[in-house]
């Protein structure tokens, strides 16, 4: 059984409902900042509690635009 964003309601650490999405980019290669070519970014959601820094879930950048174009279509 898989888990989807839409399942989590609260934080499963501390039972908060304070949740909310986060970015952050991570480097994909092992060169340092600032010579770095846009294939080897990446962009990451995180759904977290904002009450006790709990991560619940990550999501990559193109998983994040695959749940949307399919909640888009009609």
């Not at 839409?6 to 409902?17: P, V, W």
Request: proline share 1%; glycine share 8%.
């Amino acid at each position: 059984m898989s888990i989807t964003a839409t399942d989590i309601k609260k934080c499963k650490k501390c039972e908060s409902t304070d949740i909310g999405w986060q970015t952050f980019y991570t480097s994909t290669g092992g060169v340092p900042d600032g010579r770095l070519r846009l294939s080897e970014v990446q962009c990451q959601f995180v759904l977290g509690c904002n009450y006790c820094s709990e991560t619940l879930l990550v999501l990559t950048g193109d998983r994040v635009a695959e749940i949307l174009t399919n909640t888009l279509r009609y």
